[in-house]
């Protein structure tokens, strides 16, 4: 275990009391959010960072499970003397709603009728994300957050948390995001979906008590990965190298070494991931639209409400959320008068950039946190 | 049927006598290619025009087959007074070796065994395929080609016509090719291959007698479709557009007109095309590099052999194979010297720009052909 790490962290679990009041006009019963958090809180309780993590993360976002080697995803961002300074901040991560890591999901127990939700759990949405928690920090007296982070669908969460509840979010970190779902991104999460659904095993979620979808949700894993890296990416870390060989095979293994990441990491997600789970997940991306408007529209509306302070970063090869979509909301924000800054960071590795060491991202969000955790302490 | 169409045409057959010498050292015995021509071969039989086609393309260019409201696949190129104008040019098309659509592929009888060929099958090159093309020309007694001209995978045809025979090739047209497969073309095709190859019905490639693999390659199209689309393209054409409906269905049908027309492609193609000439075709696709070397290499010496005068096209929003790819080929024939024009025309429409009405590409086309059969009669 290195020095510069949070340490033994364990995941907890907090039950909403209340029922969670959803988009799709449904009331979800007995919800239970696994979270962490690092750091101490201060007396006045203005130091707390809120994490957001992205599609198949979780909330061990730093420090290691007893007996773990592997530190939690975000662990070069966040601990003593980094970025998220564990010595300054109360740092908060919890699992999603939806997602199949200790917070309620497809995969939980239906209390209703004592097996998996399967389909039965309702569809999601990003807002509902934020929604669940909000009742965390509640739980926790927070009154206020220092700032929100989050990149990808994180990203999603933490522009949702800074317009749903602008008293509560001092400054907003959205990385590698988008305030609204292009239509590439839903062609590849519905790819993504209907491979997992084309799987028989999946026998329309209901496959709890039998053969998982693992097929099907491999290649959906496939296909995202394809996304999280670029052209570029891939001609540097790939090329046309062969696997092992020396000549092609004139068969239909993997000849060149992109084709064996792409099986690999297929075949070790489904070891980890629930297959319905990552259908939920990605249907609440796609419908994510944070000027709440199902089809395209202006976005001057979109941050009226909003009153936090803003560091938006996107990533020159980040293909998924191209910097594009991230000028456009800080357009839409400086629209509001907002305080934004804005950095695209050069960075050859596509959209997977935001969880990989980057100097430049670090000194940034260094630098962010601690300008607005004086400014937040010159402002009261 | 209009008036400036080739009219009725007919796909004929044409069983090479010989067998095949492949790249994987396997003789390929009983090979039928389908083929159509339009036009008419002159005297001094130098204005035959050879079209090379794409994946999923077949023999039937131009025209109307008895009985159909639908032409080829190229009409808006071929036929009288149009840019490949068979009022001047004895036009061909073969459908390619691997394929399904009337040139023998996996899905044809294996004499050996009296069933269809399945895996059992050889692993197929871009070469193979204009071998057997060759045959095709030499029992059609063409002594040499005014031009072969050919998109994506057709494109890769078009380059290794002009440098496996460079005394037969007077003219190479590779629209919106490559030169050499990169990561990216490679790991999108392995995904789509996978969605083939898990789905329980494709039963190792023998599926012929039973229920094919229809779930699994309507996703392996769905993944193609996503490439032969660019960001913009979707964005025009889709944009968060809801399909027939007003809001959210919070369900897992298709929400998006997105997705419903990549569900709608993937349905549609599974009615007309083999699974198992899915896989091969890809896989030739992958193995393409021009320079004959497995790993990524100088190109100084690929067209050293070369004679052609070429028209490389590639088209601004192409991000399968982006303009780069095309400039890369274009430096290389320089290199050695050869006649070369280029041309990246701006169309949105992503890779796919090469199909559809483009009168640039028309123009640009037509003309070129104009002064090589000029040239062509001048040279002798």
């Known amino acids: 275990m290195k020095e510069n790490s949070v340490g033994l962290t364990t995941t907890q679990y907090f039950k909403i009391n209340a029922s969670l009041a959803l988009d799709n006009h449904e009331n979800l019963e007995e919800v239970t959010i696994a979270y962490e958090t690092y750091g101490k809180l201060n007396s006045q309780r203005n130091n707390t960072i809120l994490i957001c993590h992205a599609l198949s993360g979780d909330a061990h976002a730093a420090g290691f499970h007893a007996g773990a080697n592997k530190p939690g995803w975000w662990e070069i961002m966040v601990g003593p003397g980094k970025a998220i300074d564990t010595n300054k901040y109360f740092v908060i991560c919890s699992n999603i709603l939806g997602s199949c890591m200790g917070t309620t999901g497809p995969s939980s127990i239906d209390k209703q009728t004592g097996k998996p939700y399967g389909l039965r759990f309702p569809v999601i949405t990003i807002s509902d994300m934020v929604k669940s928690q909000k009742a965390l920090l509640d739980h926790l007296e927070i009154p206020i957050l220092l700032a929100v982070i989050g990149g990808s669908i994180g990203g999603m969460q933490t ?210 946190l601690s300008r607005m955790s004086q400014e937040l302490k010159d402002a009261f």
């Not at 999946?202 to 709890?208: A, L, S």
């Not at 001057?300 to 456009?328: G, I």
């Not at 800080?330 to 980057?358: Q, R, T, Y």
Request: neutral net charge.
């Open 159 to 368: 522009l949702e948390w800074s317009i749903r509840y602008p008293e509560l979010v001092f400054s907003a970190v959205p990385l590698a995001t988008t305030q609204r779902h292009s239509a590439l991104a839903i062609a590849f999460n519905e790819v993504a979906r209907q491979s997992i659904m084309a799987d028989p095993n999946w026998q329309n979620g209901d496959y709890y008590q039998s053969k998982k979808p693992d097929l099907g949700l491999a290649v959906a894993r496939m296909i995202g990965h394809i996304t999280y890296l670029s052209d570029e990416a891939m001609r540097n870390k790939f090329g046309r190298r062969l696997q092992d060989k020396k000549d092609f095979s004139f068969n239909f293994d993997a000849d060149f070494q992109v084709e064996s990441y792409l099986r690999y990491q297929g075949k070790k997600f489904v070891e980890r991931f629930d297959a319905n789970s990552f259908l939920y997940i990605t249907k609440a991306a796609d419908y994510f639209d944070l000027s709440r408007q199902p089809v395209d529209s202006s976005d001057s509306l979109t941050f009226a409400r909003a009153r936090a302070k803003y560091l938006v970063v996107s990533f020159t090869s980040d293909w998924l959320y191209p910097t594009r979509e991230s000028k456009a909301m800080v357009k839409a924000m400086k629209k509001n008068n907002l305080d934004v800054s804005f950095c695209e960071i050069a960075a050859p590795w596509g959209h997977d950039a935001f969880l990989l060491k980057n100097e430049r991202l670090e000194t940034l969000l260094g630098g962010f």
